[in-house]
C-alpha cells in the first residue's frame, strides 16, 4: 500500500495502480478538497479510440483550445499547465481497461505521456534544460490508474516497454 501523502511528493515512478474501487475512495477525498492542487479525472470508458481519447484528454485536463488532439500537443500540454497553476497535481485514470483497446500504441503513448509528464514535473532541470526557473517549475505530478486486473497489466507491459 502506498502512503496516503504519495500525492504530495515527487515519485521516481509517478503513476500508481489500483483497482476502481480503491482508487475512488482514495481520490474523491482529496478531489473535494484539494486545497493548492490539482484533482483530475479521466473517464478511461470515454476513451474508445484514440480520437475521442484525445477529446477526454482535452476536456477533463482544461487543455486550451489550441490543443491539436494529437501526441506531440499532448507532451506540450501535460508539460505546461499555465492554464491550471498548482503545486501539485494528481491524475486518476479511471476504467483503463475501457482506454484504446484495439490500439495498443495509443495506448502506450498515453501512458508514457503521464510517466514523461510525471518525471518532467518532478525534475525540470533533466528534462527543461531551456527553462532556467527549474526550482519555480518542480512539482509532485503523480497519476493513479485504475481498472480490472487486465487494464492494469497492459498499464505495466507499457511501462516495462520504457527505456530508462
Not at 55 to 73: R, V
Not at 77 to 82: G, H, K, Q, R, V
Amino acid at each position: 500500500m502506498i502512503s496516503e501523502d504519495f500525492y504530495l511528493r515527487v515519485n521516481e515512478r509517478p503513476i500508481f495502480l489500483m483497482d476502481d474501487q480503491e482508487a475512488a475512495n482514495f481520490v474523491y477525498p482529496i478531489q473535494c478538497k484539494p486545497g493548492d492542487g490539482a484533482v483530475r479525472v479521466i473517464r478511461g470508458w470515454k476513451c474508445a479510440t484514440e480520437a475521442l481519447l484525445h477529446e477526454e484528454l482535452g476536456a477533463a485536463l482544461q487543455f486550451p483550445s489550441y490543443y491539436g488532439e494529437n501526441w506531440d500537443a499532448f507532451d506540450e500540454c501535460i508539460t505546461d499547465l499555465s492554464w491550471m497553476p498548482a503545486r501539485w497535481y494528481l491524475i486518476h485514470v479511471a476504467g483503463v481497461q475501457d482506454v484504446a483497446p484495439k490500439n495498443e500504441d495509443a495506448f502506450r503513448l498515453f501512458v508514457w505521456g503521464l510517466n514523461y509528464a510525471g518525471r518532467a514535473w518532478g525534475h525540470p532541470e533533466e528534462f527543461r534544460s531551456s527553462d532556467t526557473r527549474h526550482n519555480e517549475l518542480k512539482r509532485p505530478f503523480n497519476t493513479i490508474i485504475s481498472g480490472t486486473v487486465e487494464g492494469r497489466s497492459r498499464v505495466e507491459a507499457a511501462l516495462r516497454d520504457i527505456t530508462p
